[in-house]
């Protein structure tokens, strides 16, 4: 049983530019959650989907940010016209079932030069 | 908003030594989760705990979870070199269904 891909595991920008990244869940897994970490730091809450629905996007700023998460194909996170502060590593999770253990992917190092 | 501060954030210690990592939040949390993440990797799932004062063990790994379920600690006996990287705690909040990450430690254990 794979584990959670994404990809791609780097992805370099120009700022202005857009970036998607993408997340397959594990097998059987319909939620899926992404977290933003910075160098030395720990992982920060983004936004959590279920299939076709965003359940909670609190921590996603409001403006250059999306995700969805489509009924058939991967979870995109999508960062329009990016600046260098979106420099980070991008991580996906996904679990069962609501509350449920989360296992994650290896990340998407994005950097905005 | 929930916050879970990690103790300490830095720690270097000799092999075979112990050594506890703290996790501790003025929140209530339905579960705590604690992961071990390496350079250029995601977290791995180490344990959850879900009752107040659960205690589990992973070899020489003990996890604790507060009879409040507020905290929880993690110790490690015999430290070894393979137990270096980044010690993330992690709780659900009730009701919220999303996992709250702690500060982190940061583990280097010398041979």
């Known amino acids: 049983n794979a584990g959670v891909m994404q990809n791609p595991r780097h992805l370099v920008r120009r700022r202005g530019q857009e970036a998607r990244l993408r997340c397959s869940p594990m097998?059987?897994?319909?939620?899926v959650y992404w977290y933003r970490q910075l160098p030395e730091e720990g992982l920060k809450f983004m936004v959590y989907l279920q299939k076709e629905n965003i359940i909670d996007e609190s921590g996603m700023p409001k403006e250059r940010f999306s995700a969805e998460f489509p009924k058939e194909g991967p979870s995109i996170l999508r960062i329009q016209q990016v600046v260098r502060g979106d420099s980070a590593a991008y991580f996906c999770a996904s679990s069962p079932q609501r509350a449920a253990e989360a296992f994650f992917g290896q990340g998407t190092r994005l950097t905005v030069v | 908003t929930q916050l879970l501060e990690q103790s300490p954030q830095f720690l270097s210690i000799q092999e075979g030594e112990n050594l506890t990592v703290y996790c501790n939040s003025s929140?209530?949390?339905?579960?705590l989760q604690w992961y071990r993440q390496e350079p250029g990797e995601g977290p791995v799932l180490l344990v959850t705990v879900v009752t107040g004062g659960e205690v589990k063990k992973l070899k020489r790994l003990t996890f604790q979870f507060g009879d409040a379920r507020k905290d929880s600690s993690l110790h490690i006996t015999a430290a070894q070199p393979g137990d270096t990287g980044l010690y993330l705690c992690a709780g659900e909040a009730a009701g919220t269904y999303k996992y709250i990450f702690g500060t982190g430690t940061r583990l280097k254990v010398l041979a």
């Open positions: 929140s209530v949390f339905s579960s």
């Open positions: 097998k059987g897994h319909s939620h």
